[in-house]
Structures are given as C-alpha cells and as structure tokens.
C-alpha cells in the first residue's frame, strides 16, 4: 500500500471515528449517505437534510489537514469565495459548521451528473459543438469569479461538473474554489504564501508553475488546455514527470490541435492556441472575450450565454438568473446543427451525463440512483434511460457512410479527369 493510499485509509478510520460515516446525522439535520469525492484536503458525502427534505452534498476537512492553520484557513477561504457567486455556473454554498469543535465541514448544493474528467475517460473527444458549449458556460460562471475579484486557479476536467438543467439540457457547474485566489475586498493582505504552486500540473499556466501572480488570464489558460482535451481526447502538453511537463509548458509549443482532431476548424486551433500563450498579454483580455470567439463554434442556443459572460466581466452587477436552454445532444452531434424532432422522449445527452447504460430502441434499461433532481429519498427513483445509444449509432452510422460516398465521389472524379486528360490527348 502507498504512503497516500495509507494516508487515505488513516483519514477515513478518524472520520468514522468523529461520527463521519454512511448512515451517521450531523448537527442534527444532515444525515450521510454515500461518499461521492475525495481529494487532497476533503472528502465529499452526499446527505439528506432530514428538515428541508432534499439532497445536499457536505464537504469536510479531512482530519490530518484540519490541524494546519493554513490549509482550514484555505477551506473556510473556499466557502467565502462560492458564497459570493450567484450564477447557475457555480456550485450554491448553503452553510458551514465545524464538527466537534476541530472538523470544518461545508454544506453545498448536490449536483446529480458527472465531471467532464469522468465523461472523457469514459467516451473519449466530445463533438466539437458540446466541447464549446460546455467551455461556454464554464466562462460564464468564470466571468462573474473574475469580476468578484476571483480567480479560481484549478480549472481542470474534474472541477467541471455536467448536470442536467430543468428543461433537460446540459448544465455545466465549477466547483472546489479551494485555491481560489481572492481579492483584497474578501481577504485583505491574503498572498500565496512562500510563493507555493498551487493548482493541477497538466492545466497550470506558465505563470503558475513560475509561482507568480496570477489573474483571470491563467483561468483562461487552464480552460484553453480543458477545451483541447475535450476536443482532442488529449492533453496540450505531455510529459512523464514533474519537470518535463513544467519544461513544455514554460518553453515548448502545444499539440497541434487538428494533428490529433482532423476535423476541428483551423480557426478554433488558433482560438485554443491563443488561450495557450506563454504571456498573459498575448491571450484574450477575458474570459468573456474567448466566450464570444467561440460562439460560431457552439450552437445558436449557447449565444446568449456567451454574451452574458462578456457583460459580467465588465460588472458584476450585470449577472441575471435566467438561462437559455441548452441544445439536445443531436444537435451537438449534427454536423447541420439543426434540431431534431424530440419525439417526446428525454434529452439523449442524459446518457452522457448519467454515464448509464444505453437501451436498444423501445427498449429501457434499469434505472440509475441519482439521475435526476429529485425531492425524496433516492428509493423512490424509478427512471428509465432513453434511446439515445441507438440515435447516436444511427448518427455515427449516418456520418461513416457519408464520408464512404464522399471518397467515392472523389475517386470517380479523379478517374474521370483521367480518362478526359487521355482522350485529350489523343
């Protein structure tokens, strides 16, 4: 066993020695339920909170950190910083409390879905058109950080959470501000202490590996590196240590987007290129800015969106509450764009978000805890997945024979050219 694995287990022998376990009540009102994350400060449990009769998601210190008066100051600075932040794009933070008097806890909104880490790892690149809504939203919830002198610092496919909005299309969320850096209206004096790096190497910006200040422009950084995974399948910079990957992130070119996604238009490789620039200076000037480039990219619904960014980075006031609903995943996946016929049946981007398995047409599949909000206890869901698995094959079927006749065509045409340059020639 590692020394974190032992770490870990060691963690997780004390939580459920303070009573923080499955089946365990919190202060009263918040009754654990399953682990659903963990990471290097906390352990996140879903819960039931037994007086407002809905699911929230609770999130302690892990108790060989809560000793460190840096890092509890770090955790109590990433509830500050969420509390302050309005948009459907960011996780809600309702409470805090800590836990006979030495375990801090956060109480947060519980979002049913998926991260994008865990939807690339299981399907690979996304289409190019879901890839660029999802970085639009992501720049909106960005936006307003950045105008609220935030800056988020670990933007990475695991802090992107996909869910599903109410009129059923995709909802991405930021969660874990943890590192957030905070301007002086929140944390006067506050710094990075010993100039430590801070964030998750395969998406830090040059200036974060330098340990130098930082500002919305390394947020724009890291998504530019997040939206060239979810179009590549791939990381922009490789590197099998530490060192190497900090040398090709500092000095070295990124992948060339379309040597690994042929399809991918030449304009949005010198969007992600740009956002990918060793200086500051020679990226967007915002996050808002790469929202609006990327608008053509995405689908017509994701414009508003887009453009809401763009007015919250020039205040915060300007955040409204609305939002625009989102494309079904056959408009993501048609290469027209156009929306299909929903033929009363749930959004196919479910499957996606739930990670569930696929039914054959006419067909259901058992259902899956959590898949959707819900206002009871999770024994009382009992939905059944859609036909998307089958509409996707029929498109990807659809798209292989149409690249088939295109090659076809090319060579009839090559030969023809043939024969009329021999007769010509006659």
Known sequence: ?????????????????????????????????????????????????????????LKFLLPSRAGDPELRARFALE?????????????????????????????????????????????????????????IQTCEALAEAHARGIVHRDVKPENLVVTMDQDDSPLLCVVDF?????????????????????????????????????DGRSDLWSLGAVLFEMVSGRKPFGGATFASLASEILAGPPRKLRKVRFDAPEELEAIIEKCLAKSPADRFASVGELAKALEPFAPVESGAVAERARRIGASASGVKSERPSGPSLDAVIVSSGKMRARQGVESPW???????????????????????????????????ETVAGARLGFVIATEARRRALLLAAILAALVVAWIVARVSGL
């Open 1 to 57: 066993m590692s020394r974190e694995q032992t770490n870990e287990a060691a963690d997780f022998t004390e939580l459920g020695a303070l009573g923080v376990r499955p089946g365990e009540i919190i202060s009263d009102k918040f009754r654990l339920e399953e682990v659903v994350g963990s990471g290097g400060m906390g352990v996140v449990f879903k819960a039931w909170h037994l007086e407002l009769e809905e699911h929230v998601a």
């Open 79 to 135: 509830a500050r910083a969420a509390a302050k932040l309005r948009s459907k794009h960011t996780v809600r933070v309702h409470d805090v409390g800590v836990l006979h008097g030495k375990l801090p806890f956060i109480v947060m909104e519980y979002l049913r879905g998926r991260t994008v880490g865990e939807i690339l790892k299981e399907r690979g690149s996304l289409p190019i058109e879901l890839a660029c809504e999802l970085a």
């Open 178 to 214: 943890g590192i957030s850096k905070v301007a002086l209206a929140l944390d006067p004096g506050r710094t990075n202490p010993g100039g430590t790096v801070l964030g998750t190497p395969y998406y830090m910006s040059p200036e974060q590996i330098d340990g130098c200040e930082t």
């Open 350 to 384: 479910r499957y996606v978000v739930d990670g569930a398995d696929v039914a054959a047409p006419g067909q259901s599949v058992p259902p899956r805890s959590g898949s959707r909000p819900s206002t009871s206890p999770p024994s009382s869901d009992n939905l059944a």
